[in-house]
């Protein structure tokens, strides 16, 4: 008995201890951040261009490169994975479906570093040379190695939700001479939309939260992009760039700007997961 | 890259060699029976200095620790004012305002360059300071205007806590305009990459990482090497430094003392830096 008393002290201490931690990380970035509050200098600060010559710290070239880049990421990724995931549920289950899942869920552990490092020596010269225009280190290449990046966690998603769509409805419409395509469209996807829409989210939250990628790939330029053939910087990619800095200037401060942004972001696609998944209740 | 990066920001804190050897050059014997911590931090482009001079004072006597961290130069510059470290590191010299400041004592030990570079294959190499200026301004944007083919230039530059940047912009561009299209890299080696892969770049690296993968650009007809660096025909270059507050003390003052012994002198010049007195 003491020892289930003392368990489940130990397990409470552990789960506020994490909780905490998320909030006293926002609260940390709030506190340091708070210079850039005053006197509007936030709305100068996400809406000015990035020139440190000028004594100009804007982010919004980051905003649009992140923006850029995860978009782009995931319009990649979305039709390439609801492909796969369609394969595994509905087109060939049974042997080729296992062996493809346990391919998707290999690809969840590559390091990213590793992506990074291929994208670098093969599709970067390959980007440069097919389009004959930049460097080859722009929102294309990192948006299309990103996509390759979360579309595990769409695929796993999607075959998911698409698996737990009631076997009666699908029964149903074979039964009314429906083609495996036809159920696939019309019974399937609309019955799985949820777990799609939450697959898509949470891939959003991956693509805008990876550094490495953008940091190896978009080519750091602190501009707009014009093109998806153009250098793009983004705000993980910023911060990784600033941190150095010097502690005291205001260079260094704008990046608790970019921190603060992408905490909401991720607050903000985490509250939405679980308004879809709390809705879906008791089915799952 | 991301490596480079944690590097900066993390200190390393060096536990090399179970073995201790005995003390055999005598710059060494100062640490002999000595006890306690050196902390270092500040400049990236003195890391692999610090390393190797720390490695052989631990291996001499493992009773003295040698932590090592980046964070820049500004970093290094605040840290030993402020007595969070005991040696500050810095790629500029600290201005008289941070020397009177914060009472610091600076300790040149090194000359460094930095070269402008292209891929080996570009035909183009040799500029002018104002085409170099022109170019990084985005005002001369094709290499066929320089008698290259007929491709677009791209543009490569270093973060803005570089101190190579720094010395790169005041001295080369003379603090002319960077354009914002500009790709932006991480770390020195991650320069040489980026124009070793590119036919197309321009960058500029501590000449102490210019190998065979880039080809060395002229400035003004002076082509940056070692030997040019330490004659001053080559403009670009720069000291590293070491700082302290106050008069260094104990540990710190042998460690400063054996980066200006023959010992020092030698890893100096090993990791491709022009030792000074």
Sequence with gaps: MDGERLAQKAFLLAAVLSASVTVLLLAFMVILGLPLFQGGLVFRILTAPWLPGRQLFGIWPMIVGTLAIAALALAVAFPLSLGVSSLIAVVAPGRIARLVKSAVAFMTGIPTVVYGFVGVFLLVPLVRETFARGSGLCVLTAGLVLGILVAPTMILFFSDALARVPRSDRIAAEALGATPAQVLIYVLIPGAWRGIVTGLVLAAGRAVGDTLLALMLAGNAAQVPGGVLDSARTLTAHIALVIASDFDSLEFKTLFACGILLYAFTAAATLAVRRLAGKEGPAR | ?277
């Design chain 2, 1 to 277: 890259m991301k490596t480079g990066l944690w590097f900066k920001a993390a200190a390393v804190v060096i536990m090399v060699g179970l073995a201790a050897l005995p003390a055999s050059a005598d710059s060494l014997a100062a640490f002999k029976g000595q006890k306690g911590e050196v902390r270092i931090s500040g400049g990236t482009a003195h890391i692999p200095v610090m390393e190797e001079a720390a490695k052989r004072i631990r291996t001499a006597n493992p009773d003295v620790q040698i932590s090592i961290a980046g964070g820049g130069s500004g970093v290094g510059i605040k840290q030993a004012g402020e007595g969070l470290v005991d040696i500050g590191n810095s790629g500029r010299k600290p201005t008289d305002e941070e020397v009177s400041k914060y009472g610091l004592k600076v300790f040149r030990w090194a000359l460094d360059g930095v070269g402008i570079v292209v891929h080996p294959d570009n035909p183009v190499q040799s500029l002018g300071k104002d085409r170099l200026k022109q170019i990084y301004a985005g005002t001369i944007d094709n290499w066929k205007a320089l008698g290259g083919p007929d491709k677009a230039i791209n543009l490569y530059t270093r973060d803005e806590a570089s101190g190579t940047r720094d010395v790169f912009w005041s001295k080369a561009l003379d603090k002319g305009e960077i354009h914002a299209r500009a790709n932006v890299v991480p770390s020195n080696g991650a320069m040489k990459t980026a124009v070793a892969n590119d036919p197309y770049a321009i960058g500029y690296v501590s000449v102490g990482h210019i190998d065979a993968t880039v080809a060395p650009v002229a400035l003004d007809g002076v082509v940056p090497t070692i030997e040019t660096v330490k004659s001053g025909a080559y403009p670009v270059s720069r000291g590293l430094f070491s700082l302290t507050k106050g008069e260094p003390q104990g540990l710190a003052r042998w460690f400063i003392d054996y980066l200006f012994s023959p010992a020092g002198h030698e890893i100096i010049a090993d990791k491709g830096f022009i030792p000074v007195d």
